[in-house]
């Protein structure tokens, strides 16, 4: 499965041309999406994750028409937005367990075993009892990751992931991303170099909403 995005542009209300013919073609594996601030990074993975609409072009994953066919896209998608919320109060497991419950697994002992899964493979089994509002930051992200891939996704965008963890942190989450099938499309925004240098097979610059240079990130990098 690609996904294959075609001339997409989008410019808010107020003028900003977040989006200027964005042409891309994003294999399984790890795609970074490399650009300074208002690069308009956030901007495309919100609307690859259909929480807004461009205003031309196409993008495609396998045949799904993504821009048209919200349900279809969603049923495949695993996102960590940004500014991913959490319930404070709530342990890590019970919020996992409702969010299953939602995703529709309905039996009680796929649900606990699925989410037993998620938690050991987010490193975050020890502490699943606890409320949410005490995790540190490495840890909220790497739940964020855990509910993202709830629905055994085959696009996982994450937006930003690694920015104000702690180097420690920031390899643990590496190591998570790195550990996710060679054929889910991961697409990770950052505007860390490195990043993209040590995790992904793929990667675009974005500036000013226009890609600058896609390729292989060894290649790519050194034309930077
Ligand atoms: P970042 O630049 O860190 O990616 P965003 O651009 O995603 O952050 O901004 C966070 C929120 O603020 C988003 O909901 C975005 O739509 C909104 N936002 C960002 N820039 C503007 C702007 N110039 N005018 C109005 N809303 C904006
Ligand atoms: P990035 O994620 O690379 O920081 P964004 O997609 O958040 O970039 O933003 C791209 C540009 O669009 C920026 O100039 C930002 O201020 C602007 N922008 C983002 N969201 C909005 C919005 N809702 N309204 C107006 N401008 C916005």
Redesign the pocket.
Known sequence: MELRIQNLSKR???G????ADVTLTVRPGMFGLL????????????TLATL?EADSGSATLGNIDVLRDKDAVRRVLGYLP?DFGLYPKVSAEDLLEHLATLKGISQAKERKARVSALLNQTNLYAARKKPLGSFSGGMRQRFGIAQALLGNPQLLIV??PTAGLDPEERVRFHNLLADIGQDVIVIL?T?IVADVHELCSQMAV?D??RVLLAGEPQEAISRL
Do not use: F, V, W
Not at 16 to 19: F, K, S, V
């Open positions: 808010y209300p107020n900003t041309q977040a989006l650009g300074p601030n208002g690069a308009g990074k956030s901007t495309l993975m919100r807004q940004q937006d930003e925004s505007h974005l000013k909403g």
